[in-house]
């Protein structure tokens, strides 16, 4: 338990750290992404191995925060997006290993799950 | 559709990932993010008229070049770039400021390409058992 805890978190900062990249300081979506994903694939450690598996969550929680501002309008929603993100991102976690845009369909997965959820469709 | 340009990118940024990205203390998601920081930085420093939205081009094909050498070979790649520039461009606008929807065109792109790939080698694998057991049988 502690340890999804761990990679929820990491997720959730994943999405903070990038949507407040583009927001407050006017990046680009994709600078902002790639710089938050650069940073976060230097979070490693022998010691904690499950410290390995938090790049590729803050990676895919990046994505998530790569929504656009008109989606995204207050920072409870921004915490909902991540927190939904990181739920499927350890319901996902084994699955699809090696195939190239897993962590993004996580991401999309989250935000059209909230987008979803904030519409009442679900 | 766009052209040549944009295909090409999105193949530049899945070939540069993918070599990458089998480098010793490289790893996929370093690879993918360095790459396309690189590609925007080139393309502030060089005044060419790069095609819209190069840069999330660039990086969409990043994601695909993520993929693991067994899971999808290098030879699959310019096919799982088109299927991605053929999703960019038809629904891409449709989920227009959603996160994470490169990544699901990166997804939907080499899922089929995958499955193309494990079913090769599936089938290689079976004419390799065949050939095995039809020498044995001769040897006896």
């Known amino acids: 338990m502690k340890n999804k805890c761990i990679v929820i978190i990491a997720f959730v900062a994943g999405c903070m750290l990038c949507f407040w990249g583009h927001e407050w300081f006017s990046l680009s979506a994709v600078v902002s992404s790639c710089l938050v994903g ?4 230097f979070v490693t450690s022998k010691k904690y191995p499950i410290v390995n598996s938090c790049p590729a969550a803050i990676y895919s929680g990046s994505f998530a925060g790569m929504c656009s501002a008109t ?9 909902s997006v991540a927190l939904i993100g990181g739920i499927t991102y350890i319901s996902l976690d084994c699955y699809f290993k090696g195939i ?3 962590l993004g369909t996580v991401a999309f997965t989250s935000v059209a799950i909230f987008y979803l959820l904030n519409k009442g469709f679900l | 559709m766009e052209g040549l340009l944009p295909f090409l990118i999105i193949l530049f940024g899945a070939r540069v990932t993918f070599a990458l990205s089998s480098l010793r203390h490289w790893g996929p998601i370093r690879s993918s993010s360095f790459v ?3 590609f925007v930085l080139v393309m502030k420093l060089i005044p060419y008229h790069w095609p819209m939205n190069s840069d999330i081009l660039f990086f969409g094909g990043s ?6 050498v067994d899971r ?7 096919f799982s770039c088109l299927l991605f520039y053929l999703f960019f461009y038809n629904v891409g606008p449709y989920i227009k400021g959603m ?4 990544g699901l065109g990166a997804f939907l792109s080499v899922g089929p390409l995958a499955l193309v790939n494990y079913l090769l080698h599936l089938y290689r694998d079976r004419d390799r058992d065949r050939d095995k057991r039809l020498d044995s049988t001769e040897s006896i």
């Open chain 1, 38 to 41: 650069l940073l976060g694939s």
């Open chain 1, 71 to 79: 989606m995204i309008k207050s920072f409870g929603e921004l915490f």
């Open chain 1, 100 to 102: 190239g845009g897993k």
């Open chain 2, 36 to 38: 396309s920081l690189v």
């Open chain 2, 63 to 68: 994601f695909i070049g993520m993929s693991g």
């Open chain 2, 72 to 78: 999808l070979s290098r030879f699959f790649l310019p």
């Open chain 2, 99 to 102: 996160g994470g929807g490169l």
